[in-house]
């Protein structure tokens, strides 16, 4: 009885599925390592209910159609819908606190994911692969060049450990402003513990060796500042 599922369509499906958990799961890993809101599980998922689309928009209806003449269906609809209805999703990724704005990286990876998926569904694999590979590049090698050109830029980071932090953010960003000193990005940590501790990475340009040492004791005078490097 269960062999009777196993014919040509069923492996080509299966093979289509197969391939978008390992490509779609890839870029997934990527952005877990990193540590993102939206990881492996979230990319291979997204990926796969794409490809399922696909397959659904392929094959799904193929009994309706060959039963009814008069019937008209266009395979592009569904997959319209997956590409519209996956910017909630990642919007979901995008976090504005402040001057930082976070996560837009991970919201287009998430789109792209589900490109990847529905042109596996439908069997551009090349295509895939390739996409897989260039967005790869894009996330681990392009990165490593961004960081290398901040360096040549003079972009400097500062790290605050903050325990049972009392002080806004607004107080932090205050405090670097008066100094003159353009904020170039700010990302936000939590690390629980014993003690509950934030992590503030602060990116600043345009700052001289002096400023940062003035700077380092304004915000050491900071209530609940531990750690500054």
């Known amino acids: 009885m269960i062999f009777e599922f196993i014919n040509q369509d069923f492996i080509i499906m299966s093979s289509r599925i197969l391939i978008s958990v390992v490509l779609c799961g890839a870029i997934g890993l990527e952005r877990e390592i990193k540590q993102h809101a939206a990881g492996f599980r979230t990319h291979l998922l997204v990926g796969v209910g794409s490809c399922l689309m ?9 009994p309706y159609l060959n039963d009814h003449d008069n019937i008209r269906f266009d395979p592009a609809r569904i997959p319209s819908y997956v ?3 996956i ?6 990724t995008i976090l504005v606190k402040g001057v930082s704005i976070r996560g ?21 694999y090349g295509p895939a692969i390739l996409a897989t590979i260039l967005v790869l590049l894009n996330l681990v090698v392009l ?17 605050l450990d903050i325990h049972e ?6 107080t932090i960003v205050s405090i670097i402003e008066r ?22 990475i602060i990116k600043i340009t345009n700052i001289t060796t002096p400023q940062k040492v003035q700077l380092i004791e304004k915000l050491m005078e900071i209530e609940g500042v531990k750690e500054i490097s």
Request: aromatic residues 8%.
């Open 54 to 62: 696909m397959l659904l928009s392929l094959y799904g209806f193929e």
């Open 83 to 85: 590409i519209s209805g």
């Open 87 to 92: 910017g909630f999703l990642g919007a979901g």
């Open 104 to 124: 837009l990286t991970t919201a287009a990876s998430i789109w792209v994911v589900s490109g990847i998926g529905l042109i596996i569904g439908i069997g551009m």
């Open 143 to 159: 990165n490593w060049v961004e960081r290398r050109l901040e360096r040549k830029k003079g972009v400097k980071s500062i790290h």
């Open 165 to 170: 932090m009392n002080a806004p953010l607004e």
């Open 179 to 200: 100094e003159n000193i353009h904020i170039r990005d700010i990302r936000v940590k939590k690390h629980s513990g014993k003690r509950v501790t934030t992590e503030f």
